[in-house]
């Protein structure tokens, strides 16, 4: 089961910038582990946008591992999924 389904139908998730930073994206650089399943990680590279919440959700919030855009460079990928064009 996807950990995105795991929250529960309802639930609105609204956090204000604060909260990522303190809460989730610092528990997450120093090993503590996350509250919750409300925010969790993805492979945006290698997926479709419309498929990376695996659900009927609408929106959702993701931790993602920056790819570089080729060995030894100091650019950052930015394509989503794998169709041209987007």
Request: aromatic share 12%; with cysteine; charged share 20%.
């Amino acid at each position: 089961m996807e950990l995105v389904n795991l929250i529960p139908r309802g639930y609105r998730f609204l956090p204000m910038a604060k909260e990522l930073m303190v809460d989730y994206l610092t528990n997450w650089v120093t090993g503590t582990p996350l509250p919750g399943h409300a925010v969790t990680f993805a492979d945006v590279y290698g997926i479709e946008p419309w498929n990376i919440l695996n659900s009927d959700r609408q929106e959702g919030y993701f931790f993602v591992e920056l790819k570089p855009k080729n060995s030894g460079g100091s650019c950052m990928d930015q394509k989503v999924g794998t169709v041209l064009g987007l």
